[in-house]
């Protein structure tokens, strides 16, 4: 039954045109890329997180290589530019639960396309009376955020890549509809 349940989810991703979002990036990015992170003076903590976060996703979503600065042909720069807690439950006077929302910006310099590209995310936690707890959950609530941008950066590279192939297609169109005329 797993096979068949299998097998047709496998031939619908097919059989509706389905690419994933690594052959769109290929429009926008293509080649070596070196991955550069502006590390805030507030928190340098998190510029190793951001850093290694981009790093797996050049590898994994984006099929890419990584490469030192001097060699790569396109650049991925981020930057974090802070968070703001926001309470929003309260319990007895005490705030119970918040809400982050983490500021990042991320420019690419590519052989193909150049975007600079300003992402906010939320993410909502829950809090505790240890201090020590609620530390720690804050910084899970930034990482959280962070990877929250960084799959925005990635959807944004995508659908330029889609809009990069469609005009490409369309040219295509143009061209052959020429060809027919002139024959």
């Known amino acids: 039954m797993k096979k068949i349940l299998l097998t047709l989810s496998f031939l619908m991703l097919v059989g509706c045109g389905y690419k994933p979002s690594a052959h769109y990036i290929k429009n926008v990015i293509d080649g070596t890329i070196y991955v550069f992170v502006i590390v805030d003076s507030k928190e340098p903590e998190n510029a190793s997180y951001i850093k290694d976060a981009l790093h797996q996703m050049v590898l994994t979503r984006f099929k890419g290589s990584l490469a030192p600065k001097e060699s790569a042909e396109n650049v991925i720069v ?62 899970e609530a930034i990482k959280r955020g962070m990877a929250k941008a960084l799959d925005q950066f990635l959807a944004y590279a995508s659908t330029n890549g889609i809009l990069v192939e469609e005009a490409e297609r369309a040219e295509e169109a143009k061209n052959i509809e020429v060809v027919r005329i002139a024959s």
């Not at 705030?95 to 500021?103: F, G, H, S, W």
Request: hydrophobic share 30%; no cysteine; glycine share 6%.
């Open 78 to 139: 981020a930057s974090y530019e802070g968070t703001s807690f926001t309470p929003i439950s309260y319990t007895n006077g005490y705030i119970t639960r918040y809400r982050a929302e983490i500021k990042m910006e991320f420019e690419l310099k590519g052989v193909k396309m150049h975007f600079k590209r300003k992402i906010e995310t939320q993410v909502e936690e829950n809090i505790t009376g240890s201090s020590r707890l609620s530390s720690s959950l804050r910084i």
